[in-house]
């Protein structure tokens, strides 16, 4: 039963005035019972979906969390909303535990957030957890308990067996990223019972996606952060090494930073991951060790110097951007040699059905790096959602006329779509290339030399084969099998090719030199939408009083108030504190704890 209604706490608590998407459904899916699978992008607004009916139900709310910076941040950030949280793991020392586990049958706390290996790794605590109240367990990550995520955890497999100690008590399964395989794979091993599914959309219209070649690399970094001046941002590499040196060179080169990576001894990661939270490095450079729940709301880039693994993955990790709404960038470094290195790491896994699946996935990584269309799209599609063919913010929907060429590649399609038909649709491109160049590999089977498009491409070289190819593939005239030997196929738009009934006419990107890039920035122009310019110097004076406060608080200053609320307190200039409730992201506990200074401060700079 309720104590209270969901929009009453999120107004309360939490400041907003209204729900977002699918929350206020999958609020309603939660406060009857029903276990819930939520499906829902990187800054959707997932803790919301339990947070509120934590405190709508009586009793209490275990959160099971696989990262203990998750916990802290997400228990820090409650506490300055009022909410009585807390979280067990090994940062506590034993007394602190036991202070948490008093306070837990005293029923003073609302959320408890606990990793599974904490959980689940004893008998005595899963005995000691069926004795309290416990109103809805909530699995965030959920994708790390199936073996076909991008993020698999072992130990998340064990939380069936809370399943089995808690049978009437709801569940709500959460993820940022799952395709459809890996959320059916949640369903089962959670034993989910009648579950509702929610799938939000995946689109985060805020974040403008980029892809560049990796040539020259480092000074083409240096070229983007010199137009995210002042802001915060992550930079993923593939290596611990690259990671280090990389965070060197921006120190000499006038950036501030540090290095992240599961090397490192832990207390120089937290001190690290510290400094970055608190706003006091711009950059964290970092491998995928760093990040999974960071709750950062004022990333405004994110930076790939390396080819990710998956598209789930590269999709959570942009998704640390921009996480408040504003606008904010995702950059991706990509070359045919971290391509390789990957395929080579994903052959070595041992499980062979895994290793095909984690080959396919980079499969599609590497197609969404080549596209010359809309990477929105592609991505949304990836996540089975329709999206419109432009979406006004990627790279290749903002390029400007004289930065693309349009090449009529008719003939070119017509001849590689008649190799694959006459060797039958069993090569693969390489293969496909060499007998289109007239190549004398000894691969190549002698009977496949006296096919009459033997030899006929000689005009172009086996690299440029191989981009047209690419292309054909993005077209949707050639189409490729999965797993790790795929080969070209026919598609029906091949054979209206074939019949010259369709040209086929691309438009690609012209390669622009570094010299004549712009280097205003994107981001910066499309903040001037949310930010009017004469408001910039307020929000500046509203944004140094928000670090000050968070460092005597010992928070993130994100966590005292978000760059998005700043941004509506100076559209807003409250004067009182019933017009400061007005804000977005100010509830009664910030208003009580915050607003007299902010007010204050508010009527100086009037």
């Not at 995946?202 to 403008?208: A, G, M, V, Y």
């Amino acid at each position: 039963m309720a104590l209270e209604t969901p929009l009453n706490i999120l107004r309360s608590t939490f400041g907003y005035d209204s729900f977002r998407g699918e929350q206020e459904a999958i609020i309603q899916s939660v406060l009857e019972g029903s276990d819930t699978l939520v499906l829902m992008p990187t800054g959707g607004g997932k803790s919301m979906c339990y947070q509120v009916p934590a405190l709508a139900l009586e009793g209490i709310t275990l959160v099971i969390s696989p990262l203990i910076a998750l916990m802290k941040d997400q228990v820090d950030a409650l506490r300055l909303n009022g909410v009585a949280a807390a979280y067990l793991n090994s940062t506590l020392s034993n007394e602190e535990q036991r202070e948490v586990c008093r306070n837990l049958r005293l029923g003073e706390i609302k959320l408890l957030y606990i990793a599974p290996e904490r959980l689940i790794g004893s008998d005595d605590f899963l005995s000691f957890v069926k004795e309290l109240k416990i109103a809805l367990v909530a699995v965030d990550e959920a994708h790390c308990i199936s073996q076909w995520g991008h993020d698999f955890r072992p130990e998340y497999l064990q939380l069936a067996r809370l399943r089995k100690s808690l049978k009437e008590v709801p569940f709500v399964a959460l993820t940022a990223t799952a395709d459809a395989l890996t959320r059916e794979d949640i369903l089962d091993r959670l034993a989910l019972k009648q579950p509702k599914v929610f799938v939000s959309s995946f689109n985060r219209s805020n974040i403008h996606y980029r892809v560049e070649p990796k040539r020259n690399s480092f000074e083409r970094l240096l070229d983007f952060l010199e137009t995210q001046k002042g802001n915060a941002g992550i930079i993923y590499t593939l290596s611990r090494k690259q990671t280090e040196q990389l965070s060197a060179k921006l120190n000499n080169s006038g950036y501030r930073s540090r290095p992240y990576h599961a090397g490192l001894p832990r207390d120089k990661r937290d001190e690290h991951q510290e400094i970055f939270l608190k706003d006091d490095v711009q950059i964290i450079v970092a491998t995928i060790a760093f990040g999974m729940g960071i709750d950062k709301s004022n990333v405004r880039f994110v930076v790939h110097m390396n080819l990710p693994k998956n598209i789930e993955g590269y999709y959570q990790e942009t998704g640390r951007a921009g996480r408040d709404g504003l606008p904010s960038d995702a950059l991706l470094f990509y070359s045919a040699g971290d391509l390789f290195q990957l395929r080579q790491f994903a052959e070595v896994e041992g499980n062979e059905a895994q290793t095909e699946v984690m080959l396919d996935k980079l499969e599609d990584m590497s197609r969404y790096c080549e596209l010359n269309s809309c990477r929105r799209k592609y991505l949304l599609n990836y996540f089975d959602e329709e999206a419109p063919n432009t979406c006004g913010n990627c790279d290749n929907c903002t390029r400007s006329a004289d930065e693309v060429d349009v090449l009529d590649l008719t003939k070119e399609a017509q001849m590689a779509l008649s190799a694959v038909s006459r060797l039958q649709q069993r090569r693969g491109i390489s293969y496909v290339v060499q007998i289109l160049c007239g190549g004398n590999s000894k691969d190549l089977r002698e009977e496949d030399t006296w096919i009459p498009t033997y030899g006929v491409g000689k005009m172009h070289s086996q690299a440029v084969w191989r981009d047209y190819i690419k292309l054909f593939l993005q077209e949707g005239i050639l189409k490729t099998t999965g797993g790790k030997y795929p080969v070209l196929q026919l598609t029906p738009a091949s054979h209206q090719v074939l019949q010259q009934k369709r040209d086929v006419k691309i438009a690609v990107a012209k390669e622009v030199e570094r010299a004549s890039r712009p280097t205003a920035s994107r981001t910066s122009k499309h903040r001037a939408t949310e930010l009017e310019v004469e408001d910039q110097p307020m929000f500046e004076q509203l944004r140094k009083l928000r670090k000050e406060l968070a460092a005597q608080a010992g928070v993130p200053a994100f966590m005292v108030f978000s760059d998005a609320t700043l941004v509506d307190m100076c559209a807003k200039h409250p004067r009182t504190e019933e017009e400061f409730l007005m804000v977005s992201g100010v509830g009664q506990s910030k208003l009580r704890r915050f607003g007299r200074v902010f007010l204050d401060v508010l009527k100086q700079l009037d």
